[in-house]
T-cell receptor
């Protein structure tokens, strides 16, 4: 299957700082990528749809100014958590479709801990 | 987007037994995908079944789809301790992103 990578796999930061998470499709191009968040013992919640060359589409309740998404190329989307607070601590997972397939592949996730 | 609802929420079996998980959804779909998530990891794609398919196999996995009942099942045969994970179904219609329910937490006891 197709491979999606994320970097970093985990990050610890101080409250008030910003953190950038990268999502890459390693062996395919993706015009659309997705960002999810998962709190402990809960399911994945879709945060936003990242579109190459255009603005991201955010789900209801997700602050676009806090979670900045940039999809500058067909293989890279970034999620920046700005002015992070402890409540932003979570597991962030990205996902993408190879063109002309229906299978959505997921990255390994990034564990964010905000102190 | 629509999410599937998995049942049961938790399942505990002995190694070697079969595990069956069910999924229900509400509206028409193009396909339905099953995923596995080990604790603290990303989702691993297991199998995709299209709306015109009724059954699909992949190794020890068997998936069924009944579009008239809007339900799917995932059967894992001869389970192993390594199958311990959470399992999610994801019904898909059109180009909408996948959304997920609470999943089924499977524990396989050696």
């Amino acid at each position: 299957g197709a491979v999606v990578s994320q970097h970093p796999s985990w990050v610890i930061c101080k409250s008030g700082t910003s953190v950038k998470i990268e999502c890459r499709s390693l062996d395919f191009q993706a015009t659309t990528m997705f960002w999810y968040r998962q709190f402990p013992k809960q399911s994945l919640m879709l945060m936003a749809t990242s579109n190459e060359g255009s603005k991201a589409t955010y789900e209801q309740g997700v602050e676009k100014d806090k979670f900045l998404i940039n999809h500058a190329s067909l293989t890279l989307s970034t999620l920046t958590v700005t002015s992070a607070h402890p409540e932003d601590s979570s597991f962030y997972i990205c996902s993408a479709y190879p063109t002309s397939t229906d299978t959505q592949y997921f990255g390994p996730g990034t564990r964010l801990t905000v102190l | 987007s629509q999410q599937g609802e998995e049942d049961p929420q938790a399942l505990s079996i002995q190694e070697g037994e079969n595990a069956t998980m069910n999924c229900s959804y509400k509206t028409s779909i193009n396909n339905l995908q099953w995923y596995r998530q080990n604790s603290g990891r990303g989702l691993v794609h297991l199998i995709l079944i299209r709306s015109n398919e009724r059954e699909k196999h992949s190794g020890r996995l068997r998936v069924t789809l009944d579009t008239s009942k809007k339900s799917s099942s995932l059967l894992i045969t001869a389970s192993r301790a390594a199958d311990t994970a959470s399992y999610f179904c994801a019904p898909k219609a059109g180009n909408t992103p996948l959304v997920f329910g609470k999943g089924t937490r499977l524990s396989v006891i050696a």
